[in-house]
């Protein structure tokens, strides 16, 4: 296992259009985040996944932002109608119980033109 | 969560210790202080983290006060890999099958290590 893995690294798209990023998380993980990060600030948590039930959501996530992560493996982060104010970069994480460490992925970096 | 205090920015010259302080004036006494670091382009990387004792890894040291009020991150030998943005964050122990184990990241430290 090479570790978090996302996908795409970058995305570059028109405000309005929907964009969906994915998240790979180490295998024997189960528990998944999903942050936010903009220029100069650190990592801002907007999601949390035990298995495959997502059991708390920052209020940074909109209505415009879903996720999920069906059978407890891969995470789909989707964002609806896209705002020049969702460009960022987003980075998932895995974890397991007790182990006191978060590994993550390089990140998605979103732009919206 | 209780909030961390770290300087912005700090320098070191390539091949010598650094020590990057992190104050915690209000930490619980179940709160564990880690540490991370986020590499240019890269997500945050995992580097250290503890309780009330020092704490030894093969990256760096932890030093933690006596009244667990500050703590030191060290990098006993810097070199250029080592520059990044350095995050000292309190975190609570969950004992929950379920409990959220976020990280609530601050600003942190950018370290440029001087050739």
């Known amino acids: 296992d090479t570790g978090v893995s996302q996908n795409p690294r970058h995305k570059i798209t028109k405000r309005g259009q929907n964009v969906t990023f994915r998240c790979d998380p180490i295998s024997e993980h189960n528990r998944l985040y999903w942050y936010r990060q903009t220029l100069g600030q650190g990592p801002e948590f907007l999601t949390y996944f035990q298995n495959e039930a997502q059991l708390e959501k920052s209020r940074l996530l909109s209505d415009r932002f879903s996720a999920e992560r069906p059978k407890g493996s891969f995470s789909t982060l989707e964002i609806q109608r896209t705002e020049q104010g969702d460009s960022a970069m987003y980075l998932c994480?895995?974890?397991?119980?007790?182990?006191?460490?978060?590994?993550f992925g390089q990140g998605t970096r979103l732009t919206v033109v | 969560d209780a909030k961390t205090t770290q300087p912005n920015s700090m320098e070191s010259n390539e091949e010598e210790p650094v020590h990057l302080p992190c104050n915690h004036s209000?930490?619980?006494?179940?709160?564990?202080i880690h540490w991370y670091r986020q590499l240019p382009s890269q997500g945050p990387e995992y580097v250290i983290h503890g309780l009330t004792s020092n704490v030894n890894n093969r990256m760096a040291s932890l030093a933690i006060a006596e009244d667990r009020k500050s703590s030191t991150l060290i990098l006993h030998r810097a070199t250029l890999r080592d520059a990044a943005v350095y995050y000292c964050i309190l975190k609570i122990q969950v004992i929950s099958n379920f409990g959220n184990e976020k990280l609530t990241f601050g600003t942190g430290t950018r370290l440029t290590i001087i050739p």
């Open positions: 994480a895995s974890s397991f119980r007790g182990s006191g460490e978060a590994f």
């Open positions: 209000t930490i619980s006494g179940t709160d564990y």
